[in-house]
């Protein structure tokens, strides 16, 4: 089997150098928790590098971005149509920060920029339903960082809100059981996080950075950053299962 990331953005310079870029961040979270000999492959979509096909993976990941999903750029619309064919396909499909937005887009929903301005820092979503993949019966509420604008504003037609928060109502994302979604983002190591908020302490505020770096924790990945980890894992075994 195997998964395939599409690469949406990258760390801002120097960060690529010193911390790596993004497909490498997603496969060691992720691969602990995927099936055995499952391949990891990455597309540079936002150097125009697209799969020939939809199905030339058994699933997907679109990363995170520094872009917008409304954004005129050519490469965002080559990948919503390529979104729209992978859904459209049946291929089990995850989206993180801007994919989460691309993909409520793609599937009829809205993301906009936030009239609440940037989450930064560590945030808790609580959990508000629990398809049958997601089995920590214990688990209410998770940690994970996030930094963004934008926000889904308006869920796709059908889609499940699975968590959320005050700040991101629709934060955690089901669209039939083939596609998840987060506006967080469990990859990103927590050093990576305090060096991407000292680099955009003037363009987000010096107030809101300092309040965010004291959420950071001493830990490699966000308190709850293994959990979704897992949970992705289940989701894509689930769905490859089916």
Not at 49 to 59: H, L, N
Not at 237 to 242: E, F
């Amino acid at each position: 089997m195997r998964l395939g990331i599409l690469e949406a953005g990258r760390p801002p310079a120097p960060l690529d150098e010193t911390h790596g870029r993004y497909p490498a961040m997603f496969a060691d979270l992720l691969r602990p928790h995927l099936p055995a000999g499952i391949d990891i492959v990455s597309y540079a979509v936002i150097d125009g590098e697209f799969p020939e096909s939809s199905v030339d993976c058994d699933a997907w990941l679109i990363t995170g971005s520094a872009f917008g999903v409304y954004d005129p750029d050519p490469w965002i619309a080559t990948l919503k149509d390529f979104a729209r064919g992978v859904a459209d396909a049946g291929r089990p499909m995850v989206g993180i920060c801007f994919g989460h937005q691309l993909i409520s887009e793609v599937m009829g929903g809205r993301a906009i920029k936030s009239d609440k301005g940037w989450g930064v820092g560590s945030h808790r979503y609580a959990l508000k339903k629990r398809p049958e993949w997601l089995t920590d019966e214990g688990v209410a509420e998770f940690d994970t960082y996030v930094s963004h604008q934008d926000q889904v504003t308006e869920p796709p037609p059908g889609a499940e809100v699975l968590a959320g928060s005050d700040f991101c109502p629709n934060a955690m994302l089901a669209i039939g059981d083939r596609i998840l979604t987060l506006q967080s983002h469990p990859e990103m190591p927590s050093a990576y996080v305090e060096d991407l908020y000292t680099v955009r302490r003037e363009r987000i505020g010096a107030e809101r950075i300092d309040a965010a770096m004291q959420t950071i924790v001493d830990t490699p990945r966000a308190t709850d950053a293994d959990r979704v980890a897992a949970w992705i894992g289940a989701f894509l075994t689930h769905a490859l299962n089916r």
